[in-house]
């Protein structure tokens, strides 16, 4: 019997503690909300008009289609002269595959040349690290590329590419020599 009553004197001096604190002395609260209020209120900016909105019927049917060709569309004389000229440019699909032409022009690299017998060998490494002796009409790059020409710090290379329009179209490009 002991025990209740050890736990009811121990909660109560707890409880007179909490209930201490609630009492109805609320003048600070009352003396804050009081300067609070006597101060000027702010200034708030009107709401800002925003233009109705304009609704957009779209009728395709009145419209030529985007991925037909306009007819009587107009080019310049320098896109004529290209169109003319890659009418017959065909990549060479029958010929025998290259070990370079295997693998991205922009993933092979330039590493040196070689003078031998009066002519000038590049030497180009490629990606599973093989250095392979190339000459002028070799081809390497994936898009049709032949080599042009060897220099000491270049070789320049012409691919043969899709011109968008189902034709085809040479493109330059050139391995310059790494600093690897």
């Not at 009728?59 to 000229?85: H, I, K, T, W």
């Not at 922009?106 to 000038?120: E, N, W």
């Not at 329009?165 to 310059?176: H, I, N, P, S, V």
Request: some cysteine; hydrophobic content about 35%; proline content about 8%.
């Amino acid at each position: 019997m002991l025990r209740p009553a050890l736990r009811i004197a121990t909660i109560l001096p707890a409880l007179a503690l909490l209930l201490g604190g609630c009492s109805n002395d609320m003048s600070d609260l009352r003396t804050f909300v009081e300067k609070t209020k006597q101060r000027p209120g702010g200034k708030i900016e009107p709401l800002p008009e925003f233009e109705p909105y304009q609704s957009f019927s779209y009728n395709p049917a009145a419209l030529r289609d985007p991925f037909v060709p306009q007819a009587g569309f107009a080019m310049s004389e320098e896109e004529q002269e290209q169109q003319q000229e890659s009418a017959g440019l065909q990549p060479d699909r029958d010929r025998r595959k290259e070990p370079l032409e295997q693998f991205p022009l922009d993933s092979l690299d330039m590493v040196g040349t070689l003078s031998r017998d009066g002519r000038q060998w590049g030497l180009v490494r490629a990606p599973d690290g093989t250095v392979h002796q190339v000459l002028p009409g070799n081809h390497m790059g994936q898009n049709y590329g032949r080599i042009t020409a060897v220099q000491a710090g270049s070789i320049e290379v012409v691919e043969i590419v899709p011109n968008g329009q189902g034709g085809w179209m040479e493109r330059d490009a050139a391995l310059g020599l790494s600093d690897d």
